[in-house]
């Protein structure tokens, strides 16, 4: 496939977001970030994708726990309770390695929980972790409605 | 940790599950893996297993006699104690509704199985990086698992 993997990350610190996105870069990882900076936000991103835009709809979403306005434990459940949404891979991404916030989102059906690293080396371990699962091997899910726009798409050009 | 990741294989086929863990062997991923041959197996399993034996991981094929993939996994994500453990699909279907209704089902992760033996060391490697390198499992608990002191 050369159509980039789509990532929704939900960040609301930026110096986070800056490591996230240089780590990408830095190890080469091909991906179309989109950044969101609180958890309101990031519903409203999700939601006001109409059927005929959702090229745009994220192949997965990295969502950070401590967010202003709506946690992220309240967005993972409000993803997870849609029909539409559910579909799309939620991995967790957070300075958090408490137990009950493990445990908490792995009950809320959160894909993946990871902790933020320290340092910007140890940001490319979570790069390629995240890159040698979840885009090499994993398959995700594609909606209907977005295949058949690229199919339009490609016979229009 | 300190402590072997243990995964529960759910497959039928016996050459895919020597397949499966002779990559494991080859690609030096230390696990330790139990392997149920059906649906119906692996819930007897899963709600017999106790701390020293309740897995962290599931791979878990599709097409299964007695109980198949889907229901199997239906079931288990809407446990209120097994739901927690992650279930990655490894099963040989590419279709498109096969990875929507189980991501829908809560799948946590759907890999398809590779054709041959060397590449099923890149699959070894794509879980082993991520779930078991980088991701933080669901710590056992209720007398299920290494208490906090």
Redesign the interface.
């Known amino acids: 496939m050369s159509i980039p993997t789509r990532v929704l990350l939900v960040e609301d610190n930026p110096a986070d977001a800056d490591l996230v996105m240089e780590a990408f870069e830095r190890e080469k990882i091909s991906v179309v970030i989109d950044i969101v900076q609180d958890g309101q936000a990031a519903l409203d991103y999700l939601y006001e994708l109409e059927p005929e835009a959702s090229s745009q709809r994220p192949d997965i979403i990295l969502l950070d726990l401590n967010l202003p306005r709506k946690s992220g434990q309240e967005v993972l459940a409000e993803i997870?309770a849609d029909a539409s949404l559910?579909?799309?891979?939620v991995v967790i991404l957070s300075t958090s390695?408490l137990?009950e916030d493990?445990?908490g989102t792995?009950?809320l059906?959160a894909?993946?929980?990871?902790?933020k690293p320290g340092n910007l080396r140890e940001y490319s371990?979570?790069a390629?972790?995240?890159d040698?699962?979840?885009f090499?091997?994993?398959?995700?899910?594609?909606s209907?409605s977005w295949?058949t726009y690229t199919d339009q798409d490609q016979k229009n050009n | 940790m300190g402590q072997e990741t243990r995964v529960l294989l759910v497959e039928d086929n016996p050459a895919d599950v020597d397949l499966i863990s002779e990559a494991f062997e080859r690609e030096k991923v230390g696990i330790n893996l139990n392997v149920v041959r059906d649906g119906q197996e692996a819930m007897d399993y899963l709600l017999g297993a106790n701390k020293h034996t309740r897995p962290d991981l599931i791979l878990l094929d599709l097409n299964l006699p007695r109980k198949d993939g889907r229901e199997l996994l239906a079931e288990l994500?809407e446990h209120p104690k097994l739901?927690?453990i992650?279930v990655v699909i490894l099963t040989t279907s590419?279709s498109?509704e096969d990875?929507?209704v189980t991501?829908?089902l809560?799948a946590?992760?759907?890999?398809?199985k590779p054709r041959n033996f060397s590449e099923y060391g890149?699959?070894i490697?794509?879980?082993d990086?991520?779930?078991f390198?980088?991701?933080?499992?669901?710590?056992q608990?209720n007398g299920n698992g290494p208490q906090?002191s």
């Open positions: 997870k559910k579909t799309i891979p390695a137990e493990i445990l792995y009950n059906h894909n993946g929980y990871v902790t371990k979570v390629h972790g995240i040698d699962f979840w090499n091997i994993a398959r995700l899910p594609r209907p295949r | 994500k739901k927690i992650p590419e498109e990875i929507l991501y829908k809560h946590n992760g759907y890999v398809t890149k699959v490697q794509g879980i990086k991520f779930w390198d980088l991701a933080k499992l669901p710590p608990r906090i």
